[in-house]
């Protein structure tokens, strides 16, 4: 809700809809203050954000539960993600067709 909430308020101000990272770094701001201040981790979870914006275009975020994140080609999260992503380094490219992107994802 706050997220919505932030997105109007920017869209109302500057005419245009929010950044796909300026939405990111708000969310992963606050769950690193309850992280700094409460000593607690509420959101306890990392996440995956994918946006579009006419800045970047296309983007895919992750964040862990401290409030760190940071900008992916493509990765994962979750049970056994590491061979996931060793996968994705080995296989993904940019330029193959987006039917065999995902079969990749599925893989």
Not at 34 to 56: A, C, E, N
Not at 73 to 92: F, M, P
Request: net charge neutral; charged share 20%.
């Amino acid at each position: 809700e706050t997220l919505r909430l932030r997105a109007q308020q920017y869209l109302l101000r500057y005419q245009e809809p929010i950044p796909v990272e300026m939405l990111v770094q708000q969310l992963c701001d606050t769950k690193q203050v309850y992280t700094q201040y409460g000593g607690k981790r509420p959101f306890g979870v990392s996440l995956l954000y994918m946006g579009w914006d006419k800045h970047l275009g296309y983007q895919l975020y992750q964040s862990d539960p401290s409030g760190n994140y940071g900008g992916w080609k493509a990765t994962c999260i979750g049970n056994n993600s590491g061979a996931a992503v060793s996968i994705l380094k080995q296989d993904y490219d940019e330029s193959i067709a987006l039917e065999n992107q995902r079969q990749l994802a599925v893989t």
